[in-house]
Every structure is written in C-alpha cells, then in structure tokens.
C-alpha cells in the first residue's frame, strides 16, 4: 500500500502543480481575433491577446501589456502576438502559462529588466538577461512608476498536503502604481490570503477565479474584489467554457465596479 501511494504521489505531483514538460501551452483557436486592449488612464492602455489553450483546454491567461506614454511593461507574458520590446518584464511565478522563454525572446532587448520571484529566477538560469528577484512586500520604483509585491499563494491543498503554490515558493503579485495616481493590481495565482487586506486605493484589479484549489474560485475573488473597491476588475485565469462561473462572479460583485471581460 506504501510503495502504492508513493509512485502516486511521484506521478500525480508534477501534474497537480502544473511544473513539467506535460503540460502544452498554445494559442487557442477560440481566441479572439481582433486585440483586446482598454485605456486605464491618461496615455495608458492595458492589452492582452486573449485565449490560450493548456493541454486541451482553452483558458482565459493571466499575461497582459501595459503601455503608458514612455515605457512597455509586460506581466506574466505567455503566447503574445507582438514583438514590441518591453522595458519591463514582470513574472508572478514559475509555472508554464505564467513563464515562457520562447516569448521573452520576443520581446527582450538589451536594457530590458525582468522583474520576477525567486522560482523564476532560478527557471532563466545561464540567460543572459538582466534580472532582479523580488519577495513578497518589497518596493521598486522607476521611471514614473511604482512597483509593490504582494504574496500570492494557496491556503487549500490539490492533493493530501500538496499545494500548488505554496507560501514557501515566495510567488508574487504585483501592484503597479503609475505617477502616484493610477493603480494596478496584478494577482498572480493565489487563493483569498489575509495580505490582500491591505490593499487600498486601486482603481484596476486583475484577478483569477478559476478554482479548482489551483486560485480563487469566483466567489471568493468577488470577495476580495468588493473589499478593495476598484473602479475595474479583470477576471483571469479560468476556463472560457466555464460561463456559470464568470456569470455567477460578474453577480456577485458590487455593481458600482465594473467588471470588465476580456477573453
């Protein structure tokens, strides 16, 4: 029964965490064909190029661009139809729809900046890119804009003890404020954790309602959502297929934010 439950937990862990070569990552058929991008804010606009497909499903990703007048920051970028060249690169963690070498190939120049956890850190190894390793609650300020990291993590087990993204992988979300003025909250791929209380003053928030103990399910991101009271929020992270569910969150959040799909 032991060397059972062993050869089961050596094959089922790398699946659970979605951390290894099985897991394909392609566009979609299902994605959109026309770019979808919103203004956020004076001279500032927030793209993402829709559907991805992992394995065989096709899921809403967490990778987005945010341009403003003078700079391009790239968040979680995975399967992007561009190859405009980012000053920034942000990177929640290490799994395969967040991190993907073949795009920032695409999209690096020689000053870009990659900013990212240490599990990603670890994943660029013998690049020659230029890196720096953020932990949760740090500040990093730039050309105009603002960058505070906030953990991102799992509260509930996929399998017996086993989490997707533990607390101890040190994952990040980040919030992004530009000119003191406008901020942005990336969640990365957490459950509902007690630091997001802290947050104030966002006017856009991205946030996972997926589930499956893998990130917030749609209720409990409305949750959090309707604490923090952004102007916007953008659900990712989930399944297109699954309309009950983004349906169901689009209810459950206060109607004075709007909330914006993007798939």
């Known amino acids: 029964m032991k060397k059972i439950l062993a050869l089961t937990l050596v094959i089922l862990i790398p699946l659970l965490t979605q951390n290894c070569a099985m897991v394909k990552i392609s566009i979609s058929e299902k994605r959109n064909s026309t ?4 203004n956020i804010g004076e001279n500032a606009t927030l793209t993402t ?19 403003t007048s003078n700079k391009i920051v790239y ?12 000053d920034y690169i942000l990177i929640t963690h290490a799994h395969p729809d967040h991190l993907s070498i073949k795009d920032l190939e695409k999209i690096l120049k020689s000053e870009t900046k990659i900013i990212c956890s240490k599990g990603v850190a670890k994943k660029l190894k013998g ?15 730039f050309d105009g804009i603002s ?9 509930k087990s996929v399998f017996l003890w086993i ?22 909250y990336h969640a990365g791929d957490t ?11 966002i006017q856009i928030a991205l946030i996972p309602i997926g589930g499956d ?37 689009k209810s459950l959040v206060n109607q004075k934010i709007e909330v914006i799909v993007l798939e």
């Open 213 to 249: 103990n893998l990130t917030m399910n749609e209720e409990e991101a409305a949750v959090i959502v309707n604490r923090i009271k952004p102007e916007k929020v953008i659900p990712i992270h989930y399944e297109i297929k699954n309309r009950k569910e983004l349906n169901h969150f």
């Open 163 to 184: 989490k997707a993204h533990p607390k101890s992988k040190e994952n990040v979300g980040f919030v992004l404020t530009l000119d003191k003025k406008l901020s942005i």
């Open 147 to 155: 960058i505070n990291t906030i953990a991102a993590y799992n509260t």
């Open 35 to 38: 770019l979808r991008q919103i």
């Open 49 to 67: 190029w829709g559907t991805i497909k992992v394995n065989k499903s096709h899921f809403f990703p967490s990778s987005f661009q945010l341009k």
């Open 75 to 86: 968040i979680d970028p995975v399967e992007i139809e561009t190859t405009e060249k980012a």
């Open 191 to 201: 459950d509902y954790i007690p630091e997001m209380n802290e947050l104030k003053n």
């Open 127 to 141: 690049n020659d890119y230029t890196i720096q390793v953020v932990r949760p609650n740090e500040t990093i300020d």
